[in-house]
């Protein structure tokens, strides 16, 4: 099998998850023994996108397969060009569901994945005394509200004083300028500036890491706090789970199909709130976008909870390291992409 790649750049910020994802499909596959090349002139079984919704442009004569993901209960837009994709691949079942009502062609989901090479599993334990509770998140935290950011950094500066003295939240994020590490102490309305990091504190930091620095972010962490509206996969709550960090979700989306209690902490209290209003553009008319919003108390009670019986939060967390680093890595991606790939071959052309 061969295969054209047709997106091969990278894009922080809101275009992470889909960089990561492919970079990592690319690589599993060219291990699992699959031929790609980056040039349109060469022959090649199938062109292979992967790219959000708004992004797919086909290769003209090529039978074009479309692995995308949408997050909430619409897409966030859908080019009208995607019915001439030969199929979609999805990565969860709630972006399957989502994107068949737009698409009349055949869907597939392949689910997305860790590197146990890369994530390994963290022996954690409390903190000692002069030590603090490191709360961490990671995600979008300027230009998009789909992650949650505005729901954790609500519960954060309401309800901080549920928490210990020793308690800190620390945010990844790549999609705001410098300066590159920022330090704020929490208010009810709002984040202060301060000059240096200190108890209920709140540290953005935006620097460009390589992978292996960002993973020690997670094993410098006692909780992961990652109250998003939605997912189509959910890569950093995949990483998070397979270091053994005890991680906190809101239990929707594709969370539904690979976590639940027994590996950490969903937060099932949430409603479905309107993110976006219904849109007419070049792409495609729009219904109204909704998610899934968390309840900042009820988040802030996770937190606790996580911290009030850490060995048991611990225990959770070496089950979700063994879960996802056993069921849901890219290895395993590639071989479920290989097969669908398969799949379409074998079938007549849809065009």
């Known amino acids: 099998m061969k295969l054209f790649w047709a997106v091969d750049e990278w894009k922080p910020g809101n275009g992470y998850g889909f960089s990561v994802h492919n970079q990592r499909m690319k690589q599993a596959l060219i291990e699992a023994g699959v031929s790609i090349t980056t040039d349109p002139d060469e022959p090649a079984d199938l062109a292979v996108h992967i790219a959000a919704t708004h992004a797919f442009i086909p290769v003209p004569g090529a039978r074009n397969v479309f692995f995308t ?3 909430m209960s619409e897409p966030t837009t859908w080019r009208k060009s995607i019915a001439e994709a030969e199929a979609l691949v999805l990565p969860s079942e709630s972006s399957r569901q989502v994107c068949s009502r737009y698409f009349a ?3 597939y989901v392949c689910p997305l994945g860790c590197d146990p090479n890369q994530v390994k599993y963290h022996e954690r334990h409390a903190p000692e005394p002069g030590e603090t509770w490191n709360i961490l998140y990671v995600g979008n935290l300027g230009t998009c509200q789909g ?3 505005d729901i954790l950094l609500s519960a954060w500066n309401r309800f901080n004083y549920r928490l210990p003295e020793n308690a800190t939240l620390y945010i ?11 330090h704020f102490i929490p208010s009810p309305t709002g984040l202060i500036p301060t000059s240096s990091k200190g108890r209920k504190s709140v540290t953005i930091d935006t620097r460009k890491l390589p992978f292996d620095e960002l993973i020690k972010l997670y094993e410098d962490a006692h909780v992961f706090a ?3 509206r939605g997912e189509g996969w959910g890569l950093v709550l995949t990483d998070s789970l397979a270091s053994g ?3 906190i979700w809101t239990h929707s989306s594709a969370m539904l199909d690979y976590a639940n209690e027994s590996i950490g902490y969903p937060i099932t209290d949430f409603k479905m709130s ?14 109204p976008m909704r998610g899934a919003e968390a309840d900042p108390e009820t988040l802030i009670g996770k937190i606790n909870e996580i911290i009030g ?27 479920k992409f290989i097969a669908i790939c398969e799949q379409i071959l074998v079938k007549e052309p849809v065009h």
């Open 69 to 71: 993901a949408t997050e």
């Open 105 to 107: 062609g055949p869907t």
């Open 147 to 149: 992650k949650g950011i």
């Open 172 to 182: 990844k994020t790549s999609d705001i300028p410098s300066p590159e590490i920022q």
């Open 226 to 228: 990652f109250p998003s």
């Open 245 to 247: 960090l005890p991680s």
């Open 274 to 287: 309107m993110l976006f209003p219904a849109e007419i553009d070049e792409f495609t008319n729009h219904k």
């Open 309 to 335: 019986n850490y060995p048991k939060a611990l225990r959770r967390g070496r089950l979700a390291s063994e879960r996802m680093r056993s069921h849901y890595t890219w290895r395993q991606a590639a071989e």
